[in-house]
């Protein structure tokens, strides 16, 4: 439930900045349908997924397994907005896949397969799918010319009761911690981890394509890892450093402009 109330205080805030700067919040019923749809698989479904795949998998696995939203963006942008498939994009891809297999290959090779297992994979699978699916439909969007702050206001807003709905029929209940540490995270998540960071996200998405965009998701766990180095002690490993530029290598070969 906390996925949810995080994003009610983001809406709210996103609600309030939009009417102070005077920005369009009047759309018709179609483009609120597409804006829903970028929420339920962007900010929505595309969470609840992956949080279910981590009750059962270790997180290094399941981000191997979301890295491949890459493909999936390369893919889903062919069939459903016309996007060119690049050889090159697709190389570099692959490479810095393979880097994060090396990356986190201690947690790959202590996976044992059991029913619940095989289950978590393709739920982390979705989780992939999904994402790339609000990726998608964010470029689209963005191409009939829906701002970028004003539709993840709204789409947020409808994720939030979509997770609302699911919580209730699971039987969860809201709960609220008067401390500092759960009043920082939920501040931390509904601020940072989602406005700035989906909104600067998506303007990347809208302007180099989400094929290449999607290579960020192969970034945040090196980021994630150099921080845990300087305050969790993570011991580096000659396979993590291959794989690390394995990942730059690769990031290179998606991001580098090819003159005609």
């Known amino acids: 439930m906390r996925a949810a109330l995080a994003r009610y205080l983001q809406t709210g805030r996103q609600f309030f900045f939009c009417r ?27 969470y609840w997924l992956v949080y279910l795949a981590e009750v059962h998998l270790p997180s290094g696995l399941v981000a191997v397994i979301f890295s491949m939203i890459i493909f999936f963006n390369i893919f889903n942008g062919a069939v459903f907005i016309g996007s060119p ?10 490479l810095g896949i393979i880097g994060m297999g090396l990356l986190f290959k201690q947690e790959l090779l ?8 095989s289950l978590a994979l393709v739920i982390a699978g979705l989780g992939a799918l999904t994402a790339s699916l ?18 993840n206001a709204f789409g947020m807003m409808y994720s ?17 911690e008067i401390s500092y540490a759960y009043i920082g995270s939920l ?28 290579y960020v998701n192969l970034i945040i766990p ?16 000659l396979y993590a450093f291959i794989g690390v530029a394995l990942i730059l290598i690769g990031n290179m070969l998606v991001l580098i402009k090819v003159k005609r």
């Open 222 to 237: 090196v980021i994630a890892l150099i921080l845990s180095t300087i305050f969790e002690e993570y011991t580096w490993t």
């Open 134 to 151: 609000g990726n998608i439909t964010s470029v689209h969007n963005q191409k009939i010319d829906l701002p970028v702050i004003q539709t």
């Open 20 to 46: 102070i700067s005077g920005l369009n919040l009047k759309y018709n019923v179609k483009e609120h349908l597409f804006i829903a749809l970028q929420g339920f698989f962007l900010f929505g479904i595309n």
């Open 160 to 176: 939030a009761l979509f997770m609302l709905i699911i919580s209730l029929m699971m039987g969860k209940h809201f709960s609220f």
């Open 85 to 94: 498939i690049r050889v090159r994009v697709i190389a570099g891809a692959a």
């Open 187 to 214: 501040l931390y998540l509904s601020i940072f981890g989602s406005i700035i960071a989906f909104t600067c996200y998506l303007t990347l998405l809208g302007k180099i394509g989400a094929d290449k965009a999607a």
């Open 110 to 117: 202590s996976f044992s397969l059991s029913s619940d297992n």
